[in-house]
């Protein structure tokens, strides 16, 4: 058949054909590969290791670059496929979690300008958000990039602070999880949508910051390097990220365990014998200790994920499942500050609580704090503000919170570990040998006897006096106690907690 008798119909599809290699990782083999190189992967490689196979329908791939007066039509299909971001609806997980697998992922593509932010890209993610609002979807976002791309110029640009990617974006706080991964190069809008996720994840060798190297120079600022800038070695003590990962294969994994959470219930996973519980507390209680062993041995094997553990140490928060069930681990670590409650450690507990709280996972406190840090210095960290905002949390939580006591339970701090009350969770229990009380054993009495301590002279006679008062003390403030006086709920085996938290959130009606 000559031209003129051509399929009109072929043509289309073979154009189509064309078109789509174009935006495909095969029709840039030579980025392809240097990105390879350079030891990452592709938008589209992430999104093909995260979502299930032949699940992911993608939205506006066809879309270019707005500079067809610069480039060319051929030149921005070319150069600028999908204007950099990849954006579609998939599902994750599917034979575990069925139509709640359903999930939006974006991604800004690297090898594009950068993986910066254009015109199109930006209507293209508005289109996504609004269908995640509207579908109350899980949302991944694969953040690497420069910011917005100043060199669009086919459609009329002044300020552009009228783009609407932001405000969708943050609207979408408390309403569905979203989960952001960072690699390679993340500055400006990219940056700030990240970090206006639920929880960020990043590669170690990422860099993160308000403004790039270019930017910053640009206002005057100086020569910096992307390192400089926002390493992430720096970054995660200052909790601006909560998992720190080796490489972008290790963040999908941790990405779909995370994503997992928010999909609810699977079968109940293994347990690890429970007796070790018993022995995992210091013969001597003012002898610091591991938490996340614990944490570890009373979740499902193999289902914990840590979070923000390079800040506030002094505080473990993390993810794991119970039974199968979701749920949030709130921890004193003793191993760091005696377990003591900081500034820093009070808002990273209270932002955990609000997490939780806001996706319908139970949380479950484990205490051994004295308190929270007292002294000058501690109130130069503005500590009153930020302990404030933990016991807020905790009061206004709506899902369910177990509390465990399991060595020391002192003050307001551990107050506010179990919501502002020890009748505040839907059950307080506390292993055998723990004490609880309003200030640490010694403090209480040295403060409450401090008239008699005052009239002994004897400067040995009166610290004997202090340890025996402290001893008979103890007895008054053991867990035993405190439950015979219905200040608890119960008093438990070591053993028994993982069953007793289980069976406790059993109980709870499903909201």
Excluded at 7 to 35: C, I, K
Excluded at 108 to 131: F, N, P, S
Excluded at 270 to 284: G, I, W
Excluded at 358 to 380: H, K, M, N, S
């Amino acid at each position: 058949m000559d031209g003129a008798g051509a399929d009109p119909r072929a043509a289309a599809l073979a154009e189509l054909r064309r078109r789509r290699g174009l935006t495909a990782d095969e029709g840039r083999a030579q980025a392809v590969a240097a990105r390879h190189a350079a030891g990452g992967r592709t938008a589209r490689e992430n999104i093909a290791d995260l979502v299930d196979p032949g699940s992911f329908v993608e939205y506006g791939r066809l879309v270019t670059g707005a500079q067809e007066d610069r480039l060319g039509v051929e030149g921005v299909m070319a150069q600028t496929p999908a204007d950099g971001v990849v954006a579609g609806l998939a599902r994750v997980d599917e034979a575990q979690f069925g139509e709640r697998s359903a999930c939006a992922v974006l991604s800004y593509d690297a090898l594009v300008m950068a993986g910066t932010q254009g015109i199109r890209g930006h209507h293209k993610t508005d289109r996504l958000l609004a269908l995640v609002e509207r579908l109350r979807l899980p949302t991944v976002l694969f953040a690497e990039g420069g910011g917005g791309r100043p060199s669009d110029t086919d459609i009329p640009v002044v300020s552009a602070l009228d783009v609407g990617t932001f405000a969708a974006w943050g609207r979408l706080s408390g309403r569905v999880p979203r989960i952001a991964v960072v690699a390679g190069r993340c500055f400006a809008g990219n940056a700030l949508i990240a970090g206006s996720a639920d929880l960020v994840v990043a590669t170690a060798d990422a860099t993160l910051g308000v403004a790039g190297p270019a930017m910053v120079a640009a206002a005057g600022l100086g020569e910096h390097t992307a390192e400089e800038l926002g390493r992430i070695g720096d970054l995660a003590p200052l909790g601006v990220v909560d998992v720190v990962v080796a490489d972008e294969a290790e963040a999908v994994a941790v990405t779909r365990t995370l994503l997992g959470f928010f999909q609810g219930r699977t079968p109940p996973g293994r347990a690890v014998d429970q007796a070790a519980l018993r022995t995992m507390l210091p013969e001597r209680d003012k002898q610091a200790f591991d938490v996340r062993p614990i944490i570890r041995t009373i979740a499902d094997e193999g289902s914990v994920v840590l979070l923000g553990e390079a800040h506030a140490p002094e505080l473990v928060t993390g993810l794991a499942r119970v039974e199968g069930r979701p749920v949030g681990f709130l921890a004193n670590q003793t191993l760091h500050m005696a377990g003591a409650l900081t500034a820093a450690a009070s808002s990273k507990g209270a932002r955990f609580l609000q997490l939780c709280d806001a996706f319908g996972i139970p949380v479950v406190a484990l205490v051994d704090t004295p308190g929270f840090l007292a002294g000058p210095q501690a109130e130069r960290t503005g500590i009153v503000r930020h302990a404030s905002q933990l016991l807020v949390a905790g009061a206004t939580l709506r899902v369910p919170l177990v509390g465990v006591v399991l060595r020391r339970g002192y003050g307001l701090g551990a107050q506010a570990m179990l919501g502002g009350s020890t009748k505040e969770p839907i059950l307080t229990v506390a292993w055998p040998g723990a004490h609880m009380g309003p200030m640490g054993l010694e403090g209480a009495v040295r403060l409450g006897m401090r008239k008699e301590l005052a009239a002994i002279a004897d400067p040995v006679e009166r610290e004997a006096r202090v340890r025996a008062l402290t001893a008979r003390y103890r007895e008054h403030v053991d867990a035993l106690n405190v439950a015979r006086v219905f200040e608890i709920d119960d008093v438990i085996d070591p053993a028994d907690t993982r069953a007793v938290v289980a069976a406790t959130l059993a109980a709870v009606p499903v909201a």
